[in-house]
């Protein structure tokens, strides 16, 4: 898979991708990504990528010639590409959505800066995707948040593979609690079924403290489910005594 990044800040993109999990995907050749400089894309002598916006107002608007010139020359590399315009006015990104854009062949992300991109370049762009109802300065940031959710499912990626099947909203849960050694620290034990070796028991287990878990952060995620009798007794339970 390809990832086109739209910027005017190559450098802020490409870094920090170098490390763990990424910078292994980047060398096995699991994914490539490149950024290209909106700037090169500019037609003016002054190579300019903003203008002030029409109406008065603070700030600026990034122009759509170098921006269209860009998002062009990736569909000349590849016309199937699914072009993505990084916006807080986006629909949200989830795992769900992670999964949709792992599909493609290459996707490309736009970053806009300052007071965002001129309106007219939504017309060439096949959604817009927003990582949370927060305000960012550029849209880099956000293009590498969905980079690295979605290379995590790319085959090859992780070194155990189900452990992306096992992570928050996989399952449409949040995960189960995680320990490790030593068996107790500062007085707190690690719950005694973890080290039972009884597998099946585990499962059970972690299960139940991922469902009290998500009823507890996300009750939201909840209703989404399709729950075992016993689960829903459980979480009866747990609304009458929380
Ligand atoms: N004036 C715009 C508005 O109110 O919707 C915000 C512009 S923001 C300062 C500049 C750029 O950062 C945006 O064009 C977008 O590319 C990126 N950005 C900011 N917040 C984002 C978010 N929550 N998700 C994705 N991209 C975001």
């Given at each position: 898979?390809?990832?086109?990044?739209?910027?005017?800040?190559?450098?802020?993109?490409?870094?920090?991708?170098?490390?763990?999990?990424?910078?292994?995907?980047?060398?096995?050749?699991?994914?490539?990504?490149?950024?290209?400089?909106?700037?090169?894309?500019?037609?003016?002598?002054?190579?300019?990528?903003?203008?002030?916006?029409?109406?008065?107002?603070?700030?600026?608007v990034m122009k759509p010639e170098p921006l269209v010139g860009t998002i062009r020359s990736v569909l000349?590399?590849?016309?199937?590409?699914?072009?993505?315009?990084?916006?807080?006015?986006?629909?949200?990104?989830?795992?769900?959505?992670?999964?949709?854009?792992?599909?493609?062949?290459?996707?490309?992300?736009?970053?806009?800066?300052?007071?965002?991109?001129?309106?007219?370049?939504?017309?060439?762009?096949?959604?817009?995707?927003?990582?949370?109802?927060?305000?960012?300065?550029?849209?880099?940031?956000?293009?590498?948040?969905?980079?690295?959710?979605?290379?995590?499912?790319?085959?090859?990626?992780?070194?155990?593979?189900?452990?992306?099947?096992?992570?928050?909203?996989?399952?449409?849960?949040?995960?189960?609690?995680?320990?490790?050694?030593?068996?107790v620290f500062e007085g707190k034990a690690v719950p005694e079924i973890l080290l039972s070796g009884n597998?099946?028991?585990?499962?059970?287990?972690?299960?139940?403290?991922?469902?009290?878990?998500?009823?507890?952060?996300?009750?939201?995620?909840?209703?989404?489910?399709?729950?075992?009798?016993?689960?829903?007794?459980?979480?009866?339970?747990?609304?009458?005594?929380?």
């Amino acid at each position: 898979m390809t990832f086109y990044v739209l910027t005017l800040f190559p450098e802020m993109v490409l870094e920090p991708l170098r490390f763990s999990v990424m910078g292994k995907a980047l060398e096995k050749g699991v994914v490539r990504v490149k950024a290209l400089n909106v700037r090169d894309y500019a037609r003016d002598k002054h190579k300019m990528t903003d203008d002030y916006p029409y109406g008065g107002g603070q700030g600026m608007v990034m122009k759509p010639e170098p921006l269209v010139g860009t998002i062009r020359s990736v569909l000349s590399e590849d016309p199937r590409a699914w072009v993505v315009l990084l916006s807080p006015q986006g629909i949200p990104f989830t795992q769900k959505a992670a999964h949709r854009l792992s599909g493609f062949r290459t996707v490309a992300l736009v970053c806009g800066r300052y007071e965002g991109v001129d309106e007219r370049v939504r017309g060439f762009v096949n959604e817009e995707v927003s990582v949370g109802d927060y305000v960012l300065s550029g849209g880099e940031l956000a293009a590498l948040i969905v980079i690295e959710a979605v290379t995590r499912l790319l085959p090859g990626a992780l070194h155990a593979p189900e452990s992306a099947q096992e992570e928050s909203f996989s399952g449409g849960m949040l995960e189960y609690p995680q320990y490790t050694r030593p068996a107790v620290f500062e007085g707190k034990a690690v719950p005694e079924i973890l080290l039972s070796g009884n597998h099946q028991k585990i499962r059970q287990w972690r299960r139940k403290e991922a469902l009290l878990r998500t009823w507890i952060r996300r009750p939201d995620l909840i209703r989404a489910q399709e729950l075992s009798e016993s689960e829903r007794r459980l979480l009866e339970q747990l609304q009458d005594d929380p």
